[in-house]
Structure formats: structure tokens, C-alpha cells
């Protein structure tokens, strides 16, 4: 943690778009602490209330004090020029995002894959198991799982993420010596200690504020590739995150809903307005994202073996066809399996009924 990154934010009048073209500019900011009254005017023109803070050196002075709590606390900071920082977050289009992020726990905020789950705090039962389906789908992918931590959906995405072992984010509108809502002080604790992290771009001892919230979601947004709403209203803080992620050019997702349940009205606008896809599964989401390829492989081999000791040999025949062949018409594994057309049309109605083929439009038949 760098003394003079974190004092920047603290001097009053920067914020974060300034601080980044700061940074460009003076890549090392003990300059910008150590210029004279003229240099800092030369920058700063009129704004004496930024130029007085940067000569008395008190923004300084405050950050080695946080510095000091921060370390017992077991809190890290990641300013925007350090490798650790979410890449993503300094992708075109975030200029918004904080330069300083602090952090309670160890997590890769640059995995591979992360995916943004919101939703509605009133959550229905339906809302709740389709989330827990959801993220126990994407353990096969390793995704990395961000919310909020609020109520309703944010706590479901969290709970299924940490039962099933998927590094998760919890990003908190305020600093990281809170819990909001309490209930969720022992789902916080778990999700630092099972490899997540809590994050927040306010410093310790920032109390809950509802302004705090909505600017939240900017950073649940930008720190995924994709984001999921899995439930909400006509209004609410989960279509505030969907609109700023296909601001930042962010893929979005919506699970739909019955026509006439207002928790579904949200969702189903969404996908109405073409402002977000809609999803069923995980496989759904893998498919949109070109994710398809990163599958754990040798689960898979291992669910085929486990699937063949249940299937007669026609049917371990076209299962194997379909494995090599990521699509077959019926004509086309006739050919190749040789068995007549009707035995073969019967054994895919067989494996349709088993779940274990699906037909696609044009009369295509693929594995699920």
C-alpha cells in the first residue's frame, strides 16, 4: 500500500475521473505533495481548497493513519496502477470506477470468468432456487460469483457460491468495518475464509448511507463479464446494475418469470426491450459467452462413463456419435451407426425422455 495513492482520495475536490489523469501525468504522486503553492496552481488554477490540502499535507497524515487501522483489521487497499487491481474496472468506458479499492480477504479479482448475480430483496422461493441452481451450474466453470451482499438475491448468490466453492465478491456500500444487512455478519465471515473477499471503495468508518448504494452497483457491474438478474421488479437497484452494465458494453442476462408476478416484471422487461437475454441455465449463459470450451472436462468424461453403464448398446452407439459430433440429423447418424432409420428414431426418443439429448431447431439433435 503506497502512503501518497491512498492520500489522493482524500484530498477534497478529487474525484475519480481526476485522479486517474493525475496519475497519467505524475505516475509517482509524492510530486503532487511536494510542489510549491505556484507548481500546484499551474495544475489546479482557482481550486484553493485542493491546493491547500496537498501543502498541508494532512490527506498525508490521514492515510497513514488508515493505513495503520487498516493493518490490524487485516484490510488491504489496491490502488488503480497495481497488478492486483480488477483489470476490468480500467477497461474503456469505467472511467467512473474508483481508483482505490479496499479489501478484506484474498481473492483473484482478475479470474478468468466472473459473473454478477442481483436481484430483488423481497426474493421468492423461485428466485431463491433458481439462483442456487444457477451458481451450482457454473461450478463446472470455475466462475468467480459477484453480488452485493444485500438481501434477497445478493445473499442467495453469495450462500450457493460459498456451499459450493466458487470464489465469490461481496461489494459493500461502505467501509469494511460494517455488515449491512447484520444477518449477514457469519455468510461474510464464510465467504472471506473460504477464499472470497468483501470489497468497498470507502474507507473504514464510512457508515451506511443510501446514497452509497446505487453507486455500488457501478462496481458490481464493471467487475464482471456478465450479469444476471435473476428476479426484480419494475423498479430496483438490480435494473440500476443492468443498465450500467450494458453501458460499460457488459453482456446481460435475465431469468424470466410468470406474466403476472411483479418480482418477474423486471426480468421480463428487460428481455422485452432487448436490453438483456434470456436465460434458463448455466448452459445458456456458457453458450452466449463462448464459454462452451472450458468445461471440466474430466467431469464430463466422468458423467459419460456413469451414463453409459445405464444405456443398452444402441443407445451408448448414438451417444458416443453425438460426443464426437457436436450435432447430428437423424439421417446423419444413420449413416454413421449403421442402424435403420426407425431404430434410431427410437433410441433418440429414448435419450430425449432420459434427458440426455435435446432437439434443436432443424431438426438437429444434440448432447445436453
Given amino acids: 500500500m503506497n502512503p501518497y495513492h491512498i492520500a489522493l482520495t482524500y484530498v477534497p475536490g478529487l474525484g475519480n475521473k481526476t485522479i486517474r489523469q493525475l496519475i497519467a501525468a505524475y505516475p509517482q504522486p509524492e510530486q503532487l505533495f511536494g510542489m510549491s503553492r505556484q507548481q500546484l496552481t499551474e495544475i489546479f488554477r482557482n481550486h484553493d481548497t485542493i491546493i491547500s490540502a496537498f501543502l498541508s499535507r494532512q490527506p498525508l497524515a490521514m492515510a497513514e493513519q488508515a493505513m495503520a487501522e487498516m493493518e490490524g483489521r487485516g484490510v488491504e487497499a489496491l490502488f488503480c496502477t497495481d497488478a492486483d487491481y480488477p483489470a476490468r474496472l480500467n477497461e474503456a468506458g469505467c472511467e467512473d ?14 479470474a478468468q470468468h466472473t459473473v454478477a448475480m442481483v436481484g430483488s430483496r423481497k426474493c421468492s422461493d423461485y428466485g431463491r432456487t433458481t439462483t442456487h441452481r444457477l451458481v451450482k451450474e457454473m ?40 455488515i449491512y444487512p447484520s444477518q449477514n455478519r457469519l455468510l461474510a465471515k464464510r465467504i472471506v475464509e473460504q477464499g472470497g473477499v468483501l470489497l468497498s471503495e470507502y474507507p473504514l468508518h464510512t457508515g451506511i448511507n ?21 428476479e426484480a421488479a419494475e423498479r430496483g437497484g438490480a435494473l440500476i446494475t443492468a443498465n450500467i452494465a450494458n453501458s460499460y458494453n457488459r453482456e ?49 468424461q466422468e458423467e459419460q462413463l456413469s451414463l453409459f453403464a445405464t444405456l443398452d448398446q444402441n443407445q451408448q452407439t448414438v451417444v458416443k456419435l453425438l460426443t464426437t459430433n457436436r450435432e447430428m440429423t437423424l439421417d446423419e447418424m444413420v449413416a454413421q451407426s449403421g442402424l435403420s432409420l426407425p431404430k434410431v428414431a427410437s433410441v433418440v426418443t429414448d435419450l430425449e425422455l432420459r434427458n440426455v439429448v435435446r432437439c434443436l431447431p432443424g431438426r438437429l439433435y444434440k448432447l445436453n
Avoid at 159 to 164: K, L, M, P, S, Y
Wanted: charged share 15%; proline share 4%; glycine share 8%.
Fill in 97 to 110: 470506477s474508483p481508483v482505490l479499492l479496499y479489501c478484506l480477504g484474498r481473492c483473484d479479482l482478475n
Fill in 139 to 178: 461450478k463446472t466453470d470455475g466462475t468467480t460469483i459477484v453480488s452485493g451482499l444485500a438481501y434477497g438475491i445478493d445473499t442467495a448468490a453469495h450462500t450457493a457460491a460459498v456451499e459450493n466453492g466458487l470464489p465469490t465478491i461481496a461489494v459493500l456500500g461502505h467501509g469494511l468495518d460494517i
Fill in 210 to 230: 443510501a446514497v452509497h448504494f446505487p453507486a455500488r452497483n457501478r462496481i458490481v457491474a464493471a467487475l464482471a463479464d456478465a450479469t444476471i438478474v435473476v
Fill in 252 to 300: 446481460v442476462f435475465a431469468v424470466p418469470g410468470r406474466l403476472c408476478d411483479p418480482l418477474s416484471e423486471g426480468c421480463n422487461n428487460l428481455v422485452i426491450h432487448h436490453k438483456a437475454v434470456m436465460i434458463r441455465n448455466a448452459g445458456d449463459l456458457f453458450y452466449q459467452m463462448g464459454w462452451k470450451n472450458t468445461f471440466d472436462r474430466r467431469r464430463q
